[in-house]
């Protein structure tokens, strides 16, 4: 069955720290690729997505993910995180077209320490 | 511009009781999809419906049903409330069904079952 795995459960940063959340999905087709987040009390919202063309796609706040079509991969990274990146981060992919649907990872949450 | 909102956002209900939450899309999205998160993992797709017909079905029992009406809300009905229904139900709209579309999420509904 098609699934996502996300490799960390919980992640602890302190601010202007590096970030790198993995995600590897299993679908061997055409896929798109989603990060989302859900920030404390609000609704999923996009951070960023890859449809097709150039793999290192850029969405809010500074984020980036990098889609590796050889490694079934879409990390997300941010440079410096701040203690408003503070939040659950989920990857998820879409296949099967006209019927098809998102697939999510369990989710990283992310705590940032001022 | 209204999202996708969802009514009630929050709902507590006795076992075997039965459960009507609703959503209304994004003006102009004609496709409307169900996910339900339980704590601790990340959604998973219940049905997506598009021009008010079924597109697809999750791995759900028969007690959950969901329609889609002329003006692109929908409803999901769950029948036989199990304690294993309690989780935040979460509905995205998208203008279209099938790849290189963006979900856009509601806030989601809080069911409670006890």
């Known amino acids: 069955a098609q699934s996502v795995s996300q490799h960390n459960h919980h992640v602890i940063l302190s601010e202007a720290a590096s970030l790198e959340l993995g995600c590897n999905y299993s679908?061997?087709?055409?896929?798109?690729l989603f990060w989302y987040v859900q920030y404390p009390g609000q609704h999923l919202q996009l951070l960023l997505k890859?449809?097709?063309?150039?793999?290192l796609v850029k969405g809010i706040k500074g984020f980036e993910a990098e889609f590796i079509k050889s490694k079934f991969s879409f990390n997300l990274r941010k440079p410096s995180v701040q203690w408003s990146d503070t939040a659950e981060y989920f990857c998820?992919?879409?296949?099967?077209?006209?019927?098809?649907?998102?697939?999510f990872g369990k989710g990283t949450k992310l705590s940032v320490k001022p | 511009d209204a999202g996708v909102t969802q009514s009630p956002t929050h709902l507590i209900k006795t076992r075997g009781q039965h459960v009507t939450l609703r959503c209304s899309p994004i003006?102009?999205?004609?496709?409307v999809s169900w996910y339900q998160q339980v704590l601790g993992q990340g959604p998973q797709f219940i049905f997506q419906?598009?021009?008010?017909?079924?597109?697809g079905r999750g791995n759900f029992p028969d007690r959950f049903s969901a329609r889609q009406f002329p003006n692109y809300s929908s409803e999901l009905n769950v029948n036989a409330l199990l304690l294993g229904d309690s989780a935040l139900y979460l509905c995205?709209?998208?203008?279209?069904?099938?790849?290189?579309?963006?979900?856009?999420f509601g806030q989601g509904t809080r069911l409670t079952v006890v």
């Open positions: 995205a709209s998208s203008l279209v069904a099938g790849l290189n579309t963006e979900a856009f």
């Open positions: 679908y061997g087709g055409t896929v798109n």
């Open positions: 890859y449809f097709s063309g150039d793999p």
């Open positions: 998820a992919f879409f296949y099967g077209g006209s019927q098809g649907n998102l697939i």
């Open positions: 003006s102009g999205h004609k496709s």
């Open positions: 419906y598009y021009e008010k017909e079924e597109r």
